[in-house]
């Protein structure tokens, strides 16, 4: 079997009518630029703050993705509570979750772009047009990144109806409409 295009794809999908979807990883903001929405950015971020503990996590586990050191603490502190281990041990490995979590979230902030202005127009716009495939015909978008970049193409090239899922339209359908607080 050929590996069909996206055109391709995306026109036998039209013919079928079919539904056309989208699901935006971190490839999404990667390829905006590389230098800010990696893991290794993120890393290299957070190594230069000199938290002696968050980096002798990332050494020990191997990785430099938070979200599996997220979950490895987690995961450790619900074996430590299966064990009945003391729960001394269980609230010092607490913070140092909590202290990755806020890690995390410096590192996106202090990385990324400062204002919706400083994404070069021409990217916005053709990141606008590739997704208005998937918004006219009626579809959804969704995201897992952590950043700005998607709301910001929307607001910036005025993409019509743009839904962030937090239900906002569904309580107050006719003020979402008009743009209403």
């Not at 069909?4 to 009518?17: G, P």
């Not at 539904?19 to 971190?26: H, R, T, V």
């Not at 230098?35 to 503990?53: K, M």
């Not at 918004?135 to 962030?164: C, H, K």
């Amino acid at each position: 079997m050929e590996l069909m295009s996206f055109a391709e794809v995306s026109s036998s999908l039209k013919k079928k009518n079919r539904a056309i979807s989208l699901l935006l990883g971190n490839g999404f903001s990667m390829s905006y630029d590389i230098n800010i929405f990696s893991y290794n950015a993120l890393y290299t971020f957070l190594t230069l703050q000199e938290d002696e503990l968050l980096n002798k996590l990332f050494s020990i586990i191997k990785t430099k993705n938070f979200e599996l050191i997220m979950q490895q603490l987690d995961m450790t502190i619900a074996l430590l509570e299966a064990f009945g281990s003391d729960a001394v041990l269980q609230e010092q490995i607490r913070p140092a979750s909590q202290r990755l979590k806020n890690a995390l979230l410096k590192s996106v902030k202090e990385l990324h772009p400062e204002h919706v202005y400083k994404i070069p127009e021409e990217k916005s716009t053709a990141c606008a047009n590739f997704l208005r495939l998937f918004l006219e015909s009626g579809e959804s978008i969704y995201t897992t990144n952590y950043d700005l970049l998607l709301y910001w193409v929307f607001m910036r090239q005025e993409v019509a109806n743009p839904v962030d899922g937090f239900g906002r339209e569904l309580e107050n359908p006719v003020e979402a409409a008009e743009g209403e607080e």
